[in-house]
């Protein structure tokens, strides 16, 4: 869609609210709203102006007038508000300088695909990411001096299994068991058409969907996969994706959540990513007859994303509550290792089809906290750095972890235990990324400075609830 075919839907559609949305660098939504009278097709060149210094990780104060500019190939109608409403997804710019701000997110993996084409003989990468997330019925938490909790609850949670009902009605049962949400069919699975809403929904503002289901955790645990496409297109849909179902949920008096780890001693929710990179019409990573029919170029691609791997998870698991998922057990993707078939491996090889054209690798230690166009990009190069370097992962292990011999195990190491370590990680690690000044010196000493300052210390200082159960009475 073009400028011009903006202002007709506009026109067309009776649009009354044009909505403009862009993302901050941990990675969410930001918007504000024009009046569809005031705004016309000279936004598209000249941008729109806002406060950049009250956006997290972006101006200081005294540098605070940034621009945006409406891509007008993201145009959407606003399936929630009252008022006809147009949402476009911007790029920031610099007006000082004339220039694409080096810090929003969405340039970045605009720079990360056109590096891409310079750097390889791909025209194009595919990411295909699986988040998944809880929807729950209630959520509490609070923090101050001298308390801090949070109570999470969900009618679906087995915890809630012997609870009497509430005003004269019954507990009829059917809650799901830990660890055993994957797949029931209603009545246990509670939330078909919740799902289906979203699913719908989703496509109705033009975001492919290829399946929806509950997921292992008790409590509402739920993933809708999003049909595979280019970087940045992937990126804009994974920031819809998770507005779309916050706001279904919200519809049903339910609230999502995209923590990695909610609840504890059950499933935490991942962001499997699905990657391949293509040339015209031929899939660079196929050869048949190979390891699971990978090509030399998968291999060393693989190999550049567990070269990486803690430097990467600053951007793909870049939260406290990350690591809470990342541990042993659970299926935690925690092996710097590849298999075509275990799922507790850093990169897997789906077997699912032996065509050339479904030939991927899946790298599963990301998780849905992470920014996308920060954590696609991120990935890319890593795998761009294995292909220049021709990087070899270690030789692929196909049997289960968990049973390796002392000797066996001591040779598969394991992503960081922390965002500490991965913050470490990525400060020692990070020139692959700065490859076609895809990232930026300052972007990174920038999300380094503020996940320790805003993230790392407040929970490493505060007192945690189980420490009192530990050692009150020390």
């Known amino acids: 869609m073009t400028a011009t075919e903006v202002m007709k839907l506009i026109k067309d559609?009776?649009?009354?609210?044009?909505?403009?949305?862009?993302?901050?660098?941990?990675?969410?939504?930001?918007?504000?709203?024009?009046?569809?009278?005031?705004?016309?097709?000279?936004?598209?060149?000249?941008?729109?102006?806002?406060?950049?210094?009250?956006?997290?990780?972006f101006q200081e104060i005294h540098e605070s007038d940034m621009l945006l500019v409406p891509d007008p190939a993201s145009a959407f109608v606003d399936p929630f508000t009252a008022v006809p409403t147009l949402s476009l997804i911007c790029d920031v710019r610099d007006p000082i300088h004339e220039s694409a701000y080096t810090r929003d997110p969405r340039h970045v993996a605009k720079k990360a695909e056109e590096h891409l084409k310079k750097a390889t003989k791909a025209d194009r990468v595919y990411f295909g990411p699986e988040a998944e997330f809880y929807i729950l019925d209630s959520v509490r938490y609070d923090q101050s001096y001298n308390y801090g909790y949070y109570h999470i609850d969900s009618e679906e949670g087995f915890w809630n299994s012997g609870k009497e009902g509430e005003n004269g009605s019954k507990n009829l049962g059917y809650k799901t068991r830990y660890k055993e949400g994957y797949f029931p069919v209603p009545p246990t699975d509670s939330l078909q058409d919740i799902r289906s809403e979203?699913?719908?929904?989703?496509?109705?503002?033009?975001?492919?969907?290829?399946?929806?289901?509950?997921?292992?955790?008790?409590?509402?645990?739920?993933?809708?996969?999003?049909?595979?496409?280019?970087?940045?297109?992937?990126?804009?849909?994974?920031?819809?994706?998770?507005?779309?179902?916050?706001?279904?949920?919200?519809?049903?008096?339910?609230?999502?959540?995209?923590?990695?780890?909610?609840?504890?001693?059950?499933n935490g929710s991942g962001m499997h990513v699905h990657q391949s990179l293509w040339s015209d019409k031929k899939n660079l990573f196929y050869k048949k007859g190979g390891?699971?029919?990978?090509?030399?170029?998968?291999?060393?691609?693989?190999?550049?994303?567990?070269?990486?791997?803690?430097a990467l998870l600053a951007f793909c698991a870049p939260t406290t509550n990350s690591y809470r998922r990342l541990v042993p057990g659970y299926e935690a993707p925690i092996n710097l290792m590849y298999s075509q078939r275990n799922r507790s491996a850093c990169v897997r090889i789906p077997v699912y089809s032996r065509s050339e054209k479904s030939k991927r690798i899946e790298f599963r230690s990301p998780d849905p906290s992470a920014n996308p166009?920060?954590?696609?990009?991120?990935?890319?190069?890593?795998?761009?750095?294995?292909?220049?370097?021709?990087?070899q992962p270690p030789s692929p292990i196909d049997k289960d972890l968990y049973e390796l011999s002392p000797s066996e195990k001591a040779k598969v190491k394991s992503t960081p235990g922390s965002l500490d370590e991965t913050l470490a990680a990525l400060e020692k690690d990070h020139d692959f990324l700065l490859k076609g000044n895809v990232f930026t010196s300052d972007l990174i000493e920038t999300w380094l400075a503020y996940k320790r300052k805003k993230e790392v210390d407040p929970v490493r200082l505060r007192p945690h609830p189980h420490e009192f159960a530990l050692y009150y009475d020390v």
């Open 13 to 57: 559609k009776g649009i009354q609210v044009v909505d403009l949305k862009f993302v901050d660098l941990p990675g969410l939504w930001q918007h504000f709203s024009v009046s569809a009278k005031e705004f016309d097709e000279s936004a598209f060149s000249e941008g729109v102006g806002f406060d950049g210094s009250s956006i997290r990780g």
């Open 291 to 310: 390891y699971a029919d990978l090509s030399e170029t998968a291999i060393h691609y693989i190999g550049g994303l567990l070269a990486h791997a803690p």
């Open 373 to 391: 166009y920060l954590a696609l990009s991120a990935m890319l190069m890593a795998g761009l750095d294995g292909i220049e370097r021709k990087l």
């Open 198 to 266: 979203m699913m719908l929904t989703l496509e109705k503002v033009g975001v492919p969907v290829e399946v929806h289901h509950h997921e292992v955790g008790t409590a509402g645990q739920t993933e809708i996969d999003l049909r595979f496409d280019t970087l940045v297109k992937m990126a804009d849909n994974m920031m819809k994706y998770k507005y779309i179902v916050k706001n279904v949920a919200l519809r049903h008096g339910k609230t999502v959540t995209f923590m990695p780890k909610p609840i504890f001693q059950d």
